[in-house]
């Protein structure tokens, strides 16, 4: 029985830890679409040399996303429009107690879902609220 599976296992599992860290440290729902893209590829491309693909090429496109990822938030930290294509931008979804459809419909938001943010964050009625916005995460700030 080959046992060099398990080594592979070892070693794209610690290789892929280190990837992961220079990438950065941030929960799913903290990432930004590029970011989530990355990881999912990521995950995808880490069980290419069990399946018999090479551990270098796989670890040198891991390296590569990780790198493209990195570059690309430089990137939205110098531009404006660069930082709303890769990450997107805040939107406003209370103003003054009243809900802007408009911007609702942009993220695809219901009015019930939105109460239900409400709620959990301890807030009775949507005109109690001065000002609320779902951030790039998908939190509510309110």
């Given at each position: 029985m080959?046992?060099?599976?398990?080594?592979?296992?070892?070693l794209i599992f610690f290789v892929?830890?280190?990837i992961l860290r220079i990438g950065g440290r941030k929960s799913i729902s903290q990432m930004t679409i590029s970011q989530t893209?990355?990881?999912i590829g990521f995950g995808s491309l880490l069980i290419q040399p069990v399946s018999g693909k090479g551990l270098l090429i796989t670890f040198a496109v891991a390296s590569l996303l990780t790198l493209l990822m990195i570059f690309a938030e430089y990137l939205s930290?110098?531009?404006d429009i660069l930082e709303t294509i890769f990450s997107?931008?805040?939107v406003m979804v209370i103003e003054n107690g009243k809900?802007?459809?408009k911007n609702l419909?942009?993220?695809r938001l219901t009015i019930d879902k939105l109460e239900t943010r409400l709620r959990q964050a301890g807030i009775s009625s949507i005109e109690d609220?001065?000002?609320a916005t779902i951030e790039v995460s998908g939190q509510s700030s309110i």
């Open positions: 080959e046992l060099s599976w398990i080594w592979q296992a070892v892929g830890t280190f893209i990355v990881m930290l110098k531009s997107g931008k805040a809900p802007i459809i419909k942009k993220i609220v001065r000002y």
